[in-house]
Antibody
């Protein structure tokens, strides 16, 4: 059974940093691209970032480019999102999502349960 | 990043069919395989229902189908059931290695 478990969310002040983690199991992690997708309460999903199976291809939404960094550790079956210079508008549930391919596509076949990041003073 | 336009809401009675549109650009939605659709019930993570324009993941009812005309992709749900009431989102490529979701469509089963 595929499982994606996010962690690392919480309350953080504007301008501070946070690192999210996603522990993957139930599939061959290094065979697939992975993504972070966020969703503010009451809003639709927003794609944040994606990374190919070997970290060779990365992509970021314009809203987070230069502030967020996606990475993965295939030996640990883990995906990460380093978030710097956090803003109130970054407040959202952050989902880890598995791609159906090695390279980032637009298809996410499994999602985690999400971790809530709240940016507030 | 280019936006994807969806109707805010659609509704239908049990047994009927509804169609949700998703309008984008030629480099995103216009490329058939670069469209996926997600169903989201309140308090739950999104669930993939259609990918590469018209493919259904294992376990998704064949009442769900996808199609495309020009730069508009469509999700059709036939034989509406109460459990289909949810929010639906399309997703496509937006250029420069970025992806974008549509604004979402709330489906109400009357």
């Amino acid at each position: 059974e595929v499982q994606l478990v996010e962690s690392g969310g919480g309350l953080v002040q504007p301008g501070r940093s946070l690192r999210l983690s996603c522990a993957a199991s139930g599939f061959t992690f290094d065979d697939y691209a992975m993504h972070w997708v966020r969703q503010a309460p009451g809003k639709g999903p927003e794609w944040v970032s994606g990374i190919s199976w070997n970290s060779g291809a990365l992509g970021y939404a314009n809203s987070v480019k230069g502030r967020f960094t996606i990475s993965r550790d295939n030996a640990k079956n883990s995906l990460y999102l380093r978030m710097n210079s956090l803003r109130a508008e970054d407040t959202a549930f952050y989902y880890c999502a598995k791609d159906i391919s090695r390279g980032p596509t637009v298809t996410f076949d499994y999602w985690g349960q999400g971790t809530l990041v709240t940016v507030s003073s | 990043q280019s936006a994807l336009t969806q109707p805010a809401s659609v509704s239908g009675s049990p047994g009927q069919s509804i169609t949700i549109s998703c309008t984008g650009t030629s480099s995103g939605v216009g490329s058939y395989y670069l469209v996926s659709w997600y169903q989201q019930h309140p308090g739950k993570a999104p669930k993939l229902v259609i990918y590469e324009g018209s493919k259904r993941p294992s376990g998704v009812s064949n009442r769900f189908s996808g199609s495309k005309s020009g730069n508009t992709a469509s999700l059709t749900i036939s034989g509406l059931q109460a459990e289909d009431e949810a929010d639906y989102y399309c997703c496509s490529y937006a250029g420069s290695s970025t992806l974008v979701f549509g604004g979402g469509t709330k489906l109400t089963v009357l």
